[in-house]
Nanobody, 116 residues
Framework: QVQLVESGGGLVQPGGSLRLSCAAS????????MNWYRQTPGKERELVAA????????YYTDSVKGRFTISRDNAKNTVYLQMNNLKPMDTAVYYC?????????WGQGTQVTVTA
């Protein structure tokens, strides 16, 4: 079965960095676009970044452009989110996501807290 397992969250000061990882299994990883979402209490889940499977292109929401970088290692079935110059507004639970055969799959989430 499809599994997505995030890691790498934590507590960091403003201006700091974190790298999130998402280890995937149960599907042919290289064939699918991989996404990172985030969610704060009372708000809808927001697409933060995506890395397509075919063209290898990336997408970023405006608020993270120039600070976050999504990458993937198809040999390791892992997608990463490098987050630099973190801001308090980046505080959220971050989720790895894949849309496979008409179904959305999610990891369990990893908490990122940016505070002085």
């Amino acid at each position: 079965q499809v599994q997505l397992v995030e890691s790498g969250g934590g507590l960091v000061q403003p201006g700091g960095s974190l790298r999130l990882s998402c280890a995937a299994s149960g599907f042919t990883f290289s064939r699918y676009t991989m996404n990172w979402y985030r969610q704060t209490p009372g708000k809808e889940r927001e697409l933060v970044a995506a890395f397509t499977s075919t063209a290898g292109s990336t997408y970023y929401t405006d608020s993270v452009k120039g600070r976050f970088t999504i990458s993937r290692d198809n040999a390791k079935n892992t997608v990463y989110l490098q987050m630099n110059n973190l801001k308090p507004m980046d505080t959220a639970v971050y989720y790895c996501n894949a849309f496979i055969d008409t179904k959305n799959y999610w990891g369990q989430g990893t908490q990122v807290t940016v505070t002085a």
